[in-house]
């Protein structure tokens, strides 16, 4: 079983930046392939970004502007997030799962409560 709790969102204006927070707690976190996505108000949840060792891959709407990485001792992952735009607006959520290909098909073991974003114009 594994735990994930997100925290970092906010309220923030066109421009600024953010970063989230998913900590992990539960199976050794080395043990997962890591994602964010999220899910804005009326439409479906996507996928943001992942990462596999070093290897991170990004949806084409955040590439340049997020980035993904991890911290294995304290088992934090993190989404920095820069040059926000309103249509980021979303409720973000951390995934870990044991099969990389899960996270690029919107799949995943674990699930964290997420967090909100929200960009204003």
């Known amino acids: 079983q594994v735990r994930l709790v997100e925290s970092g969102g906010g309220l923030v204006q066109a421009g600024g930046s953010l970063r989230l927070s998913c900590a992990a707690s539960?199976?050794?976190?080395?043990?997962?392939?890591m994602g964010w996505f999220r899910q804005a108000p009326g439409k479906e949840r996507e996928f943001v970004a992942s990462l596999a060792g070093s290897n991170a891959v990004y949806a084409d709407s955040v590439k340049g502007r997020f980035t993904i990485a991890s911290d294995n001792v304290k088992n934090t992952v993190y989404l920095q997030m820069i040059s926000l735009i309103p249509e980021d607006t979303a409720t973000y959520y951390c995934?870990?799962?044991?099969?990389?290909?899960?996270?690029?098909?919107?799949?995943?073991?674990?699930w964290g409560q997420g967090t909100q974003v929200t960009v204003s114009a």
């Open positions: 995934a870990a799962t044991r099969y990389y290909s899960d996270l690029s098909h919107g799949r995943s073991d674990y």
């Open positions: 539960g199976r050794p976190f080395s043990s997962y392939y």
